[in-house]
């Protein structure tokens, strides 16, 4: 595989690479890209945490009988529709 790198991004791996930090630009990239990979999993963390404080908080609001009935079809589109605006 071949990948193009800017001038900016080729002097920044090949700086990682003279600091004696890495053996290759190769390994340079793996690490970027296990970075990558584990960012994307801590910000997926976040946002289960976030979304489960937000189901949590929907619970207890029904529970202390602050939740909606709703009857029909229509009611519940209107219901959604209010939500966007």
Do not use: C
């Amino acid at each position: 595989m071949h990948i193009s790198l800017t001038p900016e991004l080729e002097s920044r791996v090949k700086a990682r690479v003279d600091s004696g930090l890495y053996s290759s630009a190769s390994e340079v990239i793996r690490e970027a890209l296990r970075f990558v990979d584990s960012h994307e999993e801590w910000i997926n963390q976040i946002k289960l945490a976030k979304l489960r404080e937000q189901l949590q908080l929907g619970v207890d609001q029904l529970d202390s009988g602050k939740g909606v009935t709703i009857k029909s079809k229509a009611a519940l589109n209107d219901l959604f529709q209010s939500i966007k605006e």
